[in-house]
């Protein structure tokens, strides 16, 4: 079974991509380790590197909290500190050095799971008036899907890159992607090897939205569903 469709030619003019928390304390042995992360790491500084070279923008997210927030201070009372995440300036928050960002792209230090709450990403978008969003990160269910759904307040047609995504476990990921696919408005998922394709102009095949919740899944086909994305 699959879903796929030939996507219409990216307009790249109006396109970026949005790498999402792809930091140090992700990795395995680490904090908090993402089932996957170096396969999705690869994935992504293709991706990265496929944008650059058609001279599309790239734009980070990077988990920053300040040790005195509230969210921290709220986080510190069942949590050591070796498993707090996202501490502005502590090693684990770091960017991932394959991933790292290049000189002059944009980096949203953010305080929430969403790339967009209290940061300046939204202003940043829309004066470089991005219609097609390419977003790609961790974790799935948490910090990905609060970004993506600002994304799509904000009027940002989304398309998620399903193997440059990760969550602690893969069951955790696909569970969250198609949470996400069901109220994906106007986006839809690719694979790293097709979101090639379309970065560079090339022809792609992906899932695209059509209805609301069309995955109600349940234990039993949640990999068939995901794998037909």
């Known amino acids: 079974m699959s879903l796929r469709t030939t996507l ?12 999402i ?18 396969e999705i790491l690869r994935n992504a500084r293709r991706l990265l590197e496929a944008a650059r ?5 790239v734009l980070h997210v990077q988990a920053w909290s300040a040790e005195d927030s509230p969210y921290t201070r709220l986080m510190a009372e069942n949590t050591p500190p070796a498993a707090r995440s996202g501490i502005a300036g ?39 008036k991005i ?15 609060e970004t993506v759904f600002d994304a799509l307040y904000q009027g940002h047609r989304t398309w998620l890159v399903k193997d440059a995504c990760g969550s602690g476990t893969q069951a955790m990921h696909r569970a969250g992607m198609l949470d996400l696919a069901n109220r994906l408005y106007g986006g839809g998922v690719l694979s790293t090897a097709n979101a090639l394709r379309w970065l560079t102009g090339e022809p792609a095949e ?20 995901y794998e037909a994305l």
């Open 131 to 145: 219609q097609e969003l390419i977003a790609l990160g961790v974790w799935t269910e948490a910090c990905l899907r």
């Open 21 to 38: 928390d792809f930091q140090d304390e992700y990795r395995t042995g680490a904090a908090w380790p993402v089932a996957g992360y170096e």
């Open 206 to 225: 992906g899932w695209r939205f059509t209805r609301p919740v069309e995955f109600a899944y349940e234990r039993e086909t949640l990999d068939a569903m």
């Open 90 to 128: 502590s090693g684990g928050a770091a960017i991932c050095p394959e991933v790292a960002p290049f000189p002059g792209e944009y980096v949203a230090h953010k305080t929430f799971p969403s790339g967009f709450r209290g940061t300046g990403l939204a202003a940043e978008l829309q004066g470089r």
């Open 53 to 57: 070279a058609a001279a599309i923008p």
């Open 8 to 19: 219409k030619p990216l307009d790249r003019r109006h396109a970026a991509v949005l790498a």
